[in-house]
């Protein structure tokens, strides 16, 4: 690889210059520190929660009362990316704490997008990447695990480690209101109350996915002639408004992410309306998160019990013409992680980059558990704690149309058609001046660091993945 020149030296250093982690006095703290060996976890995934629509991470936003009183005096980080905009390739990734390249070069050969979706003969392969679940559960653990949606759960073979595990809008599955996975959940945590044993519980829900939304016809709702409130089963609406190429309403996911055959002041509109009706969806999500924490509070559990907030990607919203999800844009990549941690009694900010795959590698730290395997993600005890940087200088993440790299407030995306885009984020978070004609030394520098690491990922999982054909050749011929 060579060496940055002086010109990415220049534009690169605020990756020295900023944002050491802003925390609270490591002395605050009870006196074991961030540990907490045998605490309950608790994991909320909102998939398609952006950041920036999140009180605590963004002041101006409103929607999100119940998340932010919960997560007041909580470990907060205000600058998390996802390893891509997919949901399979995100949300896999974070679960083993493996980096996306890595889990995407596996799933390309893995996977088959028609349902049951994972090849099932895959599971020896999978059972060797252990996810949370089966680390915690092989520690003891009872693990509890509610999916809503398709591109998770049993279909990514994602139920494994899991002691009870509960699905709505799956194959096979009878209903498909996302909502019920919040509630189950809360029923879940509230059976709990008065056992001892520890428990780690991953919930996901669906409830911010746009084709369509799916909201309670009981409540207040935004009206516009460009919105059909469909009236579904059990008391729902679904809600389209989302359009294909020939202007008729779609729930359909499009084959293409860029609205490119909207006109801008389409674009505009739609990017208005659809922020409103995030908006409306996210507080209908907000407020039933609130029986989540409620049951949490009331179960005398709090004090042995680490929450965790997240999202595994976000969602467009028409930011760059994109109207849903599954690129490299900061909209789809930026995401929440918010860490109630039952020693922390006071906010604590991490300002620095960090990747979403530090996030289980974090939790093992906590409850003084040594990983099953190796991961990519990177354990941030000290760096919440204020007692080093964060080691890693360079974030990647790749879906099926875009790949990234960052360095500092440099980003540099890459699409299949070769077109690149290079951004300073922190000058421009939105993403809407491409700089990358003004300094090709630097595209040319970051693409290659792109794909050198691409290529080290693919040499690893196809080293995996000969290995598990060659115990299957062994099997074969014991067995003949």
Not at 174 to 193: G, M, Q
Request: contains cysteine; glycine residues 6%.
């Amino acid at each position: 690889m060579r060496a940055i020149n002086n010109v990415g030296l220049g534009l690169l250093a605020l990756v020295f210059a900023s944002g050491l982690a802003c925390a609270q006095n490591p002395a605050e703290l009870d006196s074991d520190g961030l540990t907490c060996p045998g605490c309950s976890v608790v994991f909320l995934n909102i998939d398609l929660l952006r950041a920036d629509f999140v009180g605590l991470l963004n002041e101006k936003a409103l929607a999100t009362p119940n998340i932010d009183r919960f997560f007041a005096n909580a470990i907060k980080f205000t600058d998390v990316s996802a390893s891509s905009g997919v949901t399979a390739i995100s949300n896999t990734a974070t679960q083993m704490g493996r980096d996306g390249f890595f889990t995407y070069s596996l799933l390309k050969n893995t996977y088959v997008d028609n349902p049951p979706q994972m090849p099932f003969k895959y599971k020896d392969l999978f059972a060797s990447i252990p996810t949370i679940a089966e680390t915690l559960k092989g520690a003891g653990y009872e693990t509890l695990n509610v999916n809503h949606g398709y591109y998770a759960g049993k279909q990514m073979l994602l139920n494994r480690g899991f002691d009870v595990y509960w699905g709505t809008g799956e194959v096979d599955s009878p209903t498909n209101i996302p909502a019920d996975a919040i509630r189950k959940t809360a029923d879940l945590i509230k059976a709990r109350r008065n056992d001892t044993r520890s428990y780690f519980f991953l919930m996901r829900s669906e409830d911010l996915r746009g084709l369509p939304y799916r909201f309670p016809d009981n409540r207040p709702h935004f009206e516009d002639p460009r919105i059909d409130y469909r009236r579904v089963s059990q008391g729902y609406f679904d809600v389209v408004f989302q359009l294909r190429p020939d202007g008729q309403p779609t729930v359909e996911f499009p084959s293409f992410a860029r609205a490119d055959w909207m006109s801008k002041d389409q674009l505009a509109e739609y990017e208005q309306l659809s922020k409103k009706l995030y908006l409306q969806q996210l507080q209908f999500v907000d407020e039933e998160l609130g029986q989540v924490f409620s049951e949490l509070e009331s179960s005398g559990r709090l004090q042995n019990t680490i929450v965790v907030l997240y999202a595994n990607h976000g969602d467009g919203l028409y930011d760059n013409r994109i109207p849903n999800h599954g690129v490299s844009y900061q909209s789809c990549i930026s995401v929440p992680l918010l860490i109630r941690h039952p020693r922390v009694k006071q906010p604590i900010v991490v300002r620095e980059a960090i990747a979403l795959i530090d996030l289980v590698p974090t939790i093992y730290q906590m409850l003084s558990l040594a990983p099953r395997a190796k991961m990519d993600g990177i354990g941030l005890l000290d760096v919440i704690q204020a007692r080093q940087r964060y080691p890693r200088k360079v974030l990647f993440g790749v879906d099926k149309e875009s790949q990234y790299v960052r360095n500092g407030d440099m980003k540099l995306i890459v699409w299949a058609d070769r077109v690149k885009e290079l951004y300073d984020i922190r000058a421009d978070p939105r993403e809407i001046r491409n700089i990358a004609t003004e300094h090709p030394e630097l595209v040319l520098q970051m693409e290659e660091l792109l794909s050198e690491h691409e290529i080290d990922s693919l040499d690893h999982a196809i080293q995996i993945l000969l290995k598990d054909r060659r115990k299957s050749v062994a099997d074969r011929s014991t067995k003949e």
